[in-house]
Each structure stands twice: as C-alpha cells, then as structure tokens.
C-alpha cells in the first residue's frame, strides 16, 4: 500500500457502493487498483499518462474515472456514502453553511472541441455544460465550485461554474441539490437545522427561498442593503435576523474548502471538460468522508 492509497478501513467503506462486473470481458477487474490511480492523480496533479506503472494502463485508470464522471457512478457513490455516514450519525446538521472557491484554470484545461462529449448508449454527460465551467476574469481562466459544508468540515453538495458567476444566485441551486438519502426508504433529507452564509448569500430573493422552506439562517446583510431598507421606511420590511453566535461557525465551511484543494487537481483544474472537472471534486469528497 503506497502513500496516499486506500487503506484497508477505508476500502471497507467504499467497496459496497461500486459498480459490479457481471460484464463480458470483466471489464470492471481491479477497482481498488484503479481508484487508488485515480487519488494518486488527484493528490499529485500529475498528467494521466505520468501515472507509475503500479496502477496499471494509464488509459485504463483515465478512461474509468472519465466514463464514472459521465455517467453519475462518482455521484451515485457519493450519495450512497454521505447515506451512510447519515446512518451512522456522522453528519453535523446543526449548522450547514454555504461558500464559493475560485480555482485557476492550467494552460492546459481550456481548448475542449466545441462539439458536446458523449458517453456510451449514445447520451450526454449529466454535469456538461456548454461553457465547460470556465469563465475569464483579470486572472485569466478560472472556475468556481460552490458547495454546502456540514458542521464537521465536509461537503455535501458541489456545482461547478465559471469564476466570473456571483454567489447569491447560486445558493438556491446548491440548495436544491442537498438530497441525504435514509436507509429505512423515507424521503431524503434535504434541509439542514441551521444555515450560514456570508454577505455575498443576503439578497431578498434567497431570504424569501429559505423563509418559504422553513430553513433557520444566519446571513449577514451588507451596509447598502440595510441602507436601502431603511430608507423605505415600513415598506422596507423588518430588520433582518442575525445571530452573532452562531455564525461564527462559518469558518467550518472555508476548512471544509482547504481540505478539498490540499488536492492539487483541484486547487488547480487541469481537465479540459467540465463534468471531467466536476467528477475530480466529486472524488475528493468521497475521500475526505472515508477517512475517520
């Protein structure tokens, strides 16, 4: 077992939740190989085809971890273990809050064919996008991945988007996305008992979304906002809650973030295609609710 690899406690957790062979050819052989090629590349950044020869091909390992981003077997992964950490009681409800991280595009990652990626039976990938997720600003080439952290400094749910796009009109659709399935077939949970978010996330249109849901939040709002409200006088609607409190556990959500980019691959994007991209944050999530 090399360093960075799965270990025998984490394998345990991960093995029941990927795919079966049953297919001619057993083209689905050496999971464990392949996957700890996959975190080999996510923890070093290195090229596919730098990989060291005890992961085996290096197309083989690229090749599963691109069809796994494309057709939602990373996702469904993901989702199959944030139900069991459920299970287990692993998951801080009490404060989920919600925050954006810029991550630099490599010279290497724009430049995709314009014409849209398909996976086998002939579809498209669920996480394409047109733009691939790459947006310019005084930097250059940058994305931007908006996620939901839960209190104990792990995410819940990722969207990728250029690195020109705001956050506020991204927190209902990170909301949207917070599905925690149960074991007993209930519904899944989808609404955490306390959110936070800063300035960025105050905007009437997101206080009326959370207030419609019944989703207790701290968001601080900014001096022009409360400005204007206040020069609308009773028209302006009431002060807006804050508890000073809570919010200080905001700073949960931005660990959550460095844990995620303590992988080069996703400090720095080097996939050219956008659901490749979404597929590599995806697998650093995975990671960090495997470990203890």
């Known amino acids: 077992m090399g360093r960075g690899d799965l270990t025998h406690e984490e394998w345990a957790r991960l093995k029941p939740h990927l795919p079966k062979s049953g ?151 990170v909301m949207e996305r917070i599905r925690v399935g149960r074991p007993s077939d209930g519904r899944p949970r989808t609404r955490p008992d306390h959110l936070g978010g800063d300035k960025a996330y105050s905007s009437r249109r997101n206080r009326r979304y959370l207030r419609r849901r019944q989703i207790k939040h701290s968001n601080p709002e900014p001096k022009n906002q409360r400005a204007n409200r206040q020069a609308r006088g009773s028209k302006g609607g009431r002060p807006v809650g804050f508890d000073k409190t809570i919010y200080k556990r905001r700073n949960e959500v931005e660990r959550t973030i460095n844990a995620l980019k303590n992988s080069r691959a996703v400090a720095t994007r080097f996939d050219k295609r956008g659901y490749i991209f979404h597929g590599t944050v995806t697998v650093a999530s995975i990671r960090l609710w495997l470990r203890p």
């Open 23 to 173: 297919k001619r050819g057993g083209r689905w052989a050496g999971h464990r190989r392949v996957i700890n090629g996959i975190l080999y590349r996510l923890r070093t950044g290195v090229p596919w085809r730098d990989l060291p020869v005890r992961f085996g091909p290096w197309k083989t390992v690229y090749e599963r971890h691109r069809r796994w981003s494309a057709d939602g077997t990373w996702e469904g992964i993901f989702a199959a273990v944030l139900a069991n950490a459920d299970a287990e009681g692993r998951i801080d409800w009490s404060m989920v809050s919600v925050d954006s991280t810029s991550c630099r595009a490599h010279q290497h990652a724009p430049g995709a064919r314009r014409k849209p990626p398909r996976v086998p039976g002939r579809r498209t990938p669920r996480q394409h996008r047109p733009d691939e997720g790459l947006g310019r600003s005084r930097g250059g080439l940058t994305c931007k991945i908006h996620l939901a952290g839960e209190g104990g400094r792990r995410p819940l749910v990722l969207l990728i988007t250029p690195g020109q796009w705001g956050d506020a009109p991204q927190l209902i659709p």
